[in-house]
């Protein structure tokens, strides 16, 4: 029993010793990404993008400045990742874009933002005037032009520069919606029509028919727009856009119900979208349907917890 026992020990001491290797194995695999280096470009910009908040970004980003392997691209990716809370360290990063890359249009776009974030108005007209002279057929300059004019409240030469843009690239279906939104807005409902004449074909005829609504609702022809909505959920009865603008257009026709089914319609097929129910119960409040408005409030905050300055804008019961 001894001599068995005796036997038996080293074996098990072999066994101890082969499975502590492998274990010590398996901790050196794991341990040795953390010992290197890690001041790649693309692993200081994976980990900025898991960061939540732009102070916890800015000490991996910052060092991409006088990073030699840095590229443009990436350069400018770490200031865009830095502009909302930290505009001083983007400026520096996209400079540092710029001195590599002299010639890149999407530098000096960037570049315009990040100066508008500072308030620095002579250096946003600057780089768009850069943007355009190194890409004198590009409709992005202008197109970044008119979005900062319209945020400065100037539509009319937003709605300018946007015609600019669109004679630029006719057949961009984004710019000739924004173009058209714009005319709309300066009251230009004609010239708006027009513009939505030429995009026939290229736009479905649902949506074609929901833009035109739009611009006749703008005009104060709610009841011409509402055929043209109806018009367009016939032709695509999942159009969930169609149903909402439609509900909308009801409202403001005092068709309170019929408001109603549409916008609960327009919910339906587009779940993920709160506009709907918070237009809904934005009406019900209006109406003084308090009973409505506190289930629709429900339903949003069930549904669209993560929003609650849409929820409470929208949705505010007294």
């Given at each position: ?12 001491s072999r ?122 057929g590009d ?126 319609q327009a ?52």
């Amino acid at each position: 029993m001894q001599e068995a026992e005796g036997m038996r020990k080293p074996g098990m001491s072999r066994g101890r010793r082969s499975l502590l290797v492998v274990c010590t194995v398996a901790v050196v695999i794991h341990l040795v990404p953390l010992f290197l280096p890690r001041n790649e470009p693309e692993q200081q910009l994976a980990i900025a993008r898991a960061m939540s908040t732009v102070p916890q970004r800015v000490p991996f980003l910052r060092p991409l400045k006088d990073d030699a392997k840095a590229t443009t691209a990436e350069l400018r990716e770490a200031a865009s990742l830095l502009i909302d809370g930290a505009p001083d360290e983007a400026h520096a990063l996209v400079l540092e874009a710029e001195r590599r890359g002299p010639g890149e249009v999407e530098t000096q776009l960037l570049l315009a933002r990040v100066c508008d974030v500072e308030r620095m108005h002579r250096c946003v007209s600057a780089a768009l005037s850069r943007a355009k002279s190194l890409a004198p057929g590009d409709a992005r300059p202008d197109v970044l032009l008119a979005e900062l004019q319209e945020k400065a409240g100037d539509v009319v030469g937003a709605a300018q520069s946007l015609e600019q843009a669109h004679g630029k690239a006719p057949e961009d279906v984004l710019i000739g919606l924004r173009y058209v939104n714009l005319l709309s807005a300066t009251r230009r409902g004609a010239d708006a029509l027009a513009v939505l004449r030429t995009m026939e074909g290229r736009l479905p005829p649902a949506r074609l028919l929901v833009e035109q609504g739009r611009v006749r609702s703008r005009e104060g022809a709610d009841e011409d727009a509402v055929k043209l909505f109806r018009a367009a959920v016939v032709d695509d009865p999942k159009l969930s856009v169609g149903h909402f603008e439609l509900g909308l257009a009801w409202h403001r026709l005092g068709r309170l119900d019929a408001a109603e089914e549409a916008l609960r319609q327009a919910d339906r097929l587009d779940l993920s979208n709160p506009k709907a129910l918070a237009a809904l119960c934005a009406i019900q409040l209006k109406e003084r349907r308090l009973d409505d408005a506190r289930l629709t409030r429900m339903d949003l905050e069930r549904r669209f917890s993560g929003q609650p300055e849409l929820i409470r804008q929208s949705c505010s019961i007294p």
